[in-house]
């Protein structure tokens, strides 16, 4: 589960950019994320608000289950939310050193994880699509896609660290990423010794 087992896929910013030293840290997450996790706090404690009047009506208990059932549901999306708004995660790129990644998702301690280069396989740009609708007078549905990173290792373990809006953006972080690591070295492959059989 991300944030808890696994580093976070969200929107980063980048901190340090020093590619001739080859380092890069991005810093997450970015505004619209926080953002969005504010937003829901503020939905969630509007509706929980709204609901506990309900309570106080002198109505049987098993009416009152529903109202209950409905601020339990607020209360938890305004943990939820403000939990969003302040978690902090960042993934540091070095070369030689391959990449950290650091998430600290609060009341939990601090999490670090380290990738090094001799166990990356390769980076890959997925798409994901979210539909939403709505239940106006005209049902309508939207969809969005969005780009994440995704670090593939050697042991075949996917680890999508960042979203984007767009595939160029996504492209365009993972060749920063390239430049940072440098070349991957290559293994040898076992072959004819030299001096030894031909014609």
């Given at each position: 589960?991300?944030?808890?087992s696994?580093?976070?896929?969200?929107?980063?910013?980048?901190?340090v950019?020093?590619?001739?030293?080859?380092?890069?840290?991005?810093?997450?997450?970015?505004?619209?994320?926080?953002?969005?996790?504010?937003?829901?706090?503020?939905?969630?404690?509007?509706?929980?608000?709204?609901?506990?009047?309900?309570?106080?009506?002198?109505?049987?208990?098993?009416?009152?289950?529903?109202?209950l059932?409905?601020?339990?549901?607020?209360?938890?999306?305004?943990?939820?939310?403000?939990?969003?708004?302040?978690?902090?995660?960042?993934?540091?790129?070095?070369?030689?050193?391959?990449?950290?990644?650091?998430?600290?998702?609060?009341?939990?301690?601090?999490?670090?994880?380290?990738?090094?280069?001799?166990?990356?396989?390769?980076?890959?740009?997925?798409?994901?699509?979210?539909?939403?609708?709505?239940?106006?007078?005209?049902?309508?549905?939207?969809?969005?896609?969005?780009y994440?990173?995704?670090?593939?290792?050697?042991?075949?373990?996917?680890?999508?660290?960042?979203?984007?809006?767009?595939?160029?953006?996504?492209?365009?972080?993972?060749?920063?990423?390239?430049?940072?690591?440098?070349?991957?070295?290559?293994?040898?492959?076992?072959?004819?010794?030299?001096?030894?059989?031909?014609?």
């Amino acid at each position: 589960m991300q944030w808890l087992s696994s580093p976070p896929c969200t929107r980063m910013k980048v901190k340090v950019s020093e590619r001739e030293r080859g380092v890069l840290e991005l810093e997450g997450p970015a505004l619209p994320a926080r953002l969005v996790g504010g937003a829901a706090a503020v939905f969630g404690a509007g509706f929980t608000a709204r609901t506990l009047p309900f309570l106080r009506l002198p109505i049987p208990f098993p009416f009152k289950l529903i109202p209950l059932t409905m601020a339990a549901v607020g209360s938890g999306l305004t943990l939820a939310g403000a939990i969003a708004a302040s978690a902090a995660c960042s993934v540091h790129i070095e070369r030689k050193k391959g990449l950290t990644f650091r998430w600290h998702l609060r009341p939990f301690a601090p999490r670090e994880r380290q990738v090094s280069p001799a166990d990356m396989a390769d980076f890959e740009v997925t798409r994901h699509e979210y539909t939403s609708s709505s239940n106006d007078s005209f049902p309508t549905s939207r969809s969005r896609a969005v780009y994440r990173l995704v670090l593939v290792t050697k042991a075949g373990e996917a680890l999508p660290f960042e979203e984007f809006a767009t595939r160029a953006q996504a492209m365009l972080r993972k060749e920063a990423i390239a430049e940072v690591l440098g070349p991957v070295p290559r293994k040898r492959t076992a072959g004819r010794k030299r001096g030894m059989g031909g014609s």
